[in-house]
């Protein structure tokens, strides 16, 4: 069964700073997805990644994919107080998709 | 357009009784899925289905119940058995993997905010 864990799990930062959020995953996974969440809203997809080395980005945010370590990263650039959300990662396993436990990212002034 | 519909989008439950929320999508995708999210939690795996009349547990199917009779529906029933049922539940739904859209992003409802009163 796929675990997925993520790190860390509470995140506050200042504008302008960088910072990474880590997700590791127990066994092979077939696509790495990360998602953004407000409060008392549904997941919004950012990214889905496919394979060794994988990078995209979007805006202030880069994903990365090392399927030989099992680690995903998300990468914030600048930070602006418009990424105050919750960040989860997720993997699948011939369609069983687990979700990490998410990061409740605060970006302050 | 297409997309994946939840509803209600809020239902309360009084003790003792079953309540089903509904899931449909019009994206003609095979795989579908049922997450439960608590307050400030992430979201925890209850049922998943691949095809029509087949489904898996997830982590805590105890106390819930589905059906997939139809590939574009799968409805998720909240028994009496479920004792701690208040949370938000979300639905999503994905092409099959290996299918020529797989890799393609997941589609997530927009909610049901279920409180047992």
């Known amino acids: 069964e796929l675990k997925v864990e993520q790190n860390p799990l509470f995140l506050s930062m200042q504008e302008g700073k960088n910072y990474t959020i880590y997700c590791n995953y127990s066994?092979?996974?077939?696509?790495l997805y990360w998602y953004r969440q407000d409060p008392g809203k549904s997941l919004e997809s950012l990214f889905v990644?496919?394979?060794?080395?994988a990078v995209k980005q979007e805006g202030r945010l880069m994903a990365s994919l090392d399927t030989k370590a099992r680690l995903s990263t998300l990468h914030i650039t600048a930070a602006v107080h418009d990424l105050s959300a919750t960040y989860f990662c997720?993997?699948?396993?011939?369609?069983?998709?687990?979700f990490g436990a998410g990061t409740r990212l605060t970006v302050k002034p | 357009d297409g997309g994946i519909t939840q509803s209600p989008k809020y239902l309360f439950r009084k003790e003792g009784q079953n309540v089903t929320l509904s899931c449909e999508q019009n994206?003609?995708?095979?795989?579908m899925y049922w997450y439960r999210q608590d307050p400030g939690q992430g979201l925890r795996l209850i049922y998943y289905?691949?095809?029509?009349?087949?489904?898996q547990k997830g982590d805590i199917a105890e106390g819930y119940s589905v059906s997939r009779e139809k590939k574009e529906s799968f409805p998720l029933t909240v028994t009496s058995a479920q004792k701690n049922p208040t949370a938000f539940y979300l639905c999503?739904?994905?092409?099959?993997?290996?299918?020529?859209?797989?890799?393609?992003?997941?589609?997530f409802g927009e909610g049901s905010w279920l409180t047992v009163v």
């Open positions: 999503a739904s994905t092409p099959m993997l290996g299918s020529p859209s797989s890799g393609n992003t997941i589609y």
């Open positions: 066994t092979t996974s077939d696509r």
């Open positions: 990644l496919l394979s060794n080395g």
């Open positions: 997720a993997g699948t396993v011939y369609n069983d998709m687990r």
């Open positions: 994206l003609n995708h095979d795989a």
């Open positions: 289905s691949q095809i029509v009349n087949d489904f």
